[in-house]
């Protein structure tokens, strides 16, 4: 069972979302609370609940962590999001 756990886990830093190396791009900070709300856990699908959040600046814009855990299976999870920088109009 912990093999499949692994497997699950390793497959869930892929996804968008997963590592800060592959965060999910938005536009406007006001969407993050609600797409980490509306992902579901990797391991039961059970509900996430928010835990605590971080951001920090980047040349390519600003990029937040939103830690998360499950109320299912109690598993942490981490979602990563970067708010677009502005392009030139």
Avoid: K, Y
């Avoid at 979302?17 to 609600?34: D, K």
């Avoid at 797409?35 to 814009?61: H, M």
């Amino acid at each position: 069972m912990r093999a499949a756990v692994r497997r699950v886990e390793r497959l869930a830093e892929e996804l968008p979302g997963g590592t800060p190396e592959r965060p999910i791009e938005v536009t406007t900070s006001s969407v993050i609370e609600l797409q980490a709300r509306a992902t579901r856990c990797p391991q039961c699908a059970g509900e996430l609940e928010i835990r605590a959040d971080r951001a920090e600046s980047t040349p390519r814009g600003v990029r937040r962590a939103i830690d998360l855990i499950c109320r299912g299976c109690h598993t942490p999870r981490t979602l990563w999001f970067r708010i677009a920088a502005p392009g030139p109009n």
